[in-house]
């Protein structure tokens, strides 16, 4: 079938959205929209602001202006259903040190509202987690707990990814197996938004790069 | 613009209290001038308390303000949560020392008094003990406000800790009163006359009006200063 | 399984991993208790007179001591956030956070509170309400110190900000659970001072639960 030739309203709208920390703004009227398996790779220096995006796109953080839109509706309206679309990796893992691999991505997952189930096995293939399964995280590696979290991410089969550094502490196995994840949830009509001063390495990715009104040097 | 936009509040408050503060500042010291002097010269003595029932004067407006400072702390941090008005939280840091200092000249009046009446600086009187109680609601407000790096997040803790404090504390008093008639035989002569006569009336409201006066001009004084204080802050923040 | 119970569980299966936790603030608790005789001197009935005072103030500075950590290791380990983006309402995740650290803190006190109470020579009906209204009271003392744990996130010199906020707060319930074992030495029954303190109780269940939840999200900010 031919996809019709009409211009498709995207499915996540960002308008005009500000914020600022004490005083300072951090990005200001920033407006971008997102189609069904679409990519959007956050760039910009330390301190331009990615993760004060990620985080408020999220409703972690409460806009200063502007709106968030889940297809053409305001997500500030229902921020539970909207928390429901969202499948969050911020720069710590969350991931309990005293639990096991499979125990955190279960509980994470039923802290959801969902059920892992039988999906459990395969998310922990995606990252080659099988033989770490039932590992106490905090004596697995910083590249080994990262994959656990993404494995979350997977688990959780959000319409929307929220990446903040997706690619740290990664080694290049582990990238590949990650740019697998992230296609094969594309190409199932997913959504993504990642922060990374890496390449990322998908074809077809949009980008946006944050310099920002508040631009600061790391220290 | 963006500036702008924070200071909007901020700036009217600052071009109304530049104007206001003078000749508030004018009338609060005639007032208490009057009221000082109507409480130590007109006020008759006490039958029973002499001399010393002039402390009262000061005492018991301190008390009244105090407690009013902690509703206002209260209202301040509502507006804060609520409206996210940037000069509520300004004005909260601004009055949370005023009232505590209220409420600690409440204090250690009623030592004072409590000195040639009871014959010791400190009873566990159940006013007292509310007050000391209601001292420590407003340190903790202090140290809360104050123990962040980002100012904006204390004064959002203290604006939530305010309305808990507020809802918890006829809570306090009921059962510090309950606890007092416990443990205290009702014969220690109380803080309060059982029935003020005009003469006393009068000049206790009067002072109270003064104090009040005093507390408007401290909050208004200090509230302007915490604007530039925050000004200053965000301006090397973004430097 | 809701999130509720799955964050209960979850909280109650990492104590469970790390038991030595608990009994640290337990034998905080005996031991400060034990301090006092040792300090005071041990005849009966001067510590008859104030074992309950003592035992309610110990094991209020324990359920403080514990608290510190209540949401202070999910911040640091980024679990908060989870819990922030869950579909469910923030203010079940506080309760179930509160109601975790009762059953690991609040429920064992009250049960050993009675046991310290025979060395200070209590009676019998006296341990009874002793344990009955920790058991009634300590429920607050979490919601409490579990607000005040929340508000102190990530700020400076935590611990002793914790309690500054939390003990002027657990007054009514300091005054009302001890207030109950001098009302039986008078001949007077508990019943009122039950009553008072589950109504505390439910006090803060129906203030703190919000306000948890909104010094969370600012953490979160």
Redesign the interface.
């Known amino acids: 079938m031919v996809p019709p030739l009409l211009e498709v309203p995207p499915v996540f709208e960002v308008k005009d959205l ?1 914020c ?6 951090v990005f ?1 009227r920033l407006s971008f929209g997102l189609g069904a398996g679409e990519l959007l790779a956050l760039t910009g220096r330390n301190g331009s602001g990615k993760t004060s995006l990620l985080r408020a796109l999220a409703g972690l953080t409460p806009p200063e202006a502007g709106t968030i839109s889940w297809r053409g509706v305001d997500v500030a309206g229902d921020p539970e259903t909207w928390r429901g679309r969202l499948a969050w990796l911020g720069h710590l893992e969350g991931l309990k040190g005293d639990l096991t691999v499979v125990e955190n991505l279960l509980i994470a997952e039923r802290l959801r509202g969902g059920e892992a189930g039988d999906r459990l096995d395969g998310a922990l293939l995606a990252f080659d987690l099988t033989g770490l399964a039932v590992r106490e995280v905090r004596t697995l590696s910083a590249g080994q707990r990262r994959r656990t979290a993404l494995a979350r991410v997977v688990l959780s089969q959000a319409p929307l990814w929220l990446l903040d550094e997706p690619l740290n502490a990664l080694d290049a196995p582990a990238q590949a197996a990650f740019r697998t994840a992230l296609q094969t949830h594309l190409a199932a009509g997913g959504l993504a938004i990642a922060a990374t001063h890496a390449e990322l390495g998908i074809e077809g990715a949009q980008r946006l790069d944050l310099r920002g ?2 631009l600061r040097d790391e220290p | 613009m ?2 702008l936009h ?1 200071l909007a509040n901020p700036a009217r408050f600052r071009r109304f209290s530049q104007r206001v503060l003078p000749g508030l500042g004018f009338a609060t010291v005639l007032m208490l001038a009057v009221g000082v002097y109507m409480a130590f010269f007109v006020a008759p003595e006490d039958y029973q308390q002499g001399k010393t029932v002039r402390i009262m004067f000061l005492h018991v407006p301190s008390a009244w303000l105090s407690m009013g400072g902690y509703a206002l702390l209260a209202a301040l941090g509502a507006s804060l ?1 609520v409206w996210r008005h940037p000069l509520a939280a300004l004005m909260a840091r601004a009055a949370a020392p005023v009232g505590a200092s209220f409420a600690a000249v409440c204090l250690l009046t009623g030592s004072l008094w409590g000195r040639p009446m009871w014959g010791t600086y400190w009873v566990w009187d159940a006013r007292l003990t509310s007050m000391l ?1 209601l001292f ?2 407003y ?2 407000h202090i ?2 406000s104050r ?8 004064d ?2 203290a604006a ?2 305010a ?3 507020v ?2 504390l006829p ?2 008093k ?3 009163d ?2 007092n008639t ?1 443990h205290q035989p009702a014969s220690i002569t109380r803080l309060d006359a059982p029935a003020i006569h005009n003469s006393i009336l009068v000049p206790l409201l009067w002072m109270a009006v003064s104090l009040l006066f005093l507390f408007v001009y401290l909050v208004l004084l200090r509230t302007e200063t915490e604007i530039d204080r ?1 000004r200053l ?2 301006a090397e ?2 430097a | 399984m809701s999130g509720f119970t799955t964050l209960l569980a979850r909280d109650l299966r990492l104590v469970l991993r790390r038991p030595g936790d608990v009994g640290v603030v337990l034998a905080f608790f005996v031991v400060a208790t034990v301090l006092f005789p040792l300090g005071i001197g041990p005849e009966t009935n001067v510590l008859a007179r104030i074992a309950a005072g003592v035992l309610w103030c110990a094991a209020l500075f324990a359920a403080l001591l514990s608290l510190e950590r209540l949401f202070a290791a999910d911040y640091e380990d980024g679990t908060l956030d989870l819990l922030l983006l869950a579909p469910w309402p923030l203010e079940l995740a506080a309760l179930a956070k509160c109601l975790a650290h009762w059953i690991v803190t609040g429920l064992p006190l009250s049960l050993l509170a009675p046991v310290l109470g025979i060395a200070f020579g209590l009676d019998g009906p006296s341990l009874l309400a002793l344990g009955a209204t920790l058991l009634v009271g300590t429920p607050t003392l979490s919601l409490i110190g579990g ?1 005040a744990a929340a ?2 996130l ?5 611990g002793a ?1 914790l309690a ?2 939390a ?3 657990c ?2 319930t300091l ?2 659970g001890a ?1 109950a074992i ?2 039986l030495a008078a001949g007077d029954g508990i019943v009122t001072h039950v009553a008072i303190l589950a109504a ?1 109780a439910l ?1 803060a269940l129906a ?2 639960p919000w ?1 948890i939840a ?2 969370l999200r ?2 979160g ?1």
């Open positions: 500000s600022r920390r004490g005083g300072r703004p200001d009104g508040g | 963006a500036d924070f949560l109680l420590f609601l340190l903790g140290a809360l123990a962040y790096d980002s100012p904006e997040r204390g959002r803790a939530i800790l309305l808990i404090g809802i918890n809570i306090i009921f059962s510090v309950w606890w416990l925050r802050e965000n923040a973004a | 607000l508000l102190t990530g700020a400076r010199k935590s900000l500054l906020l003990l002027p707060l007054v009514p005054i009302f207030g001098e009302t505390l006090v203030t703190t306000a909104a010094a600012q953490a900010e």
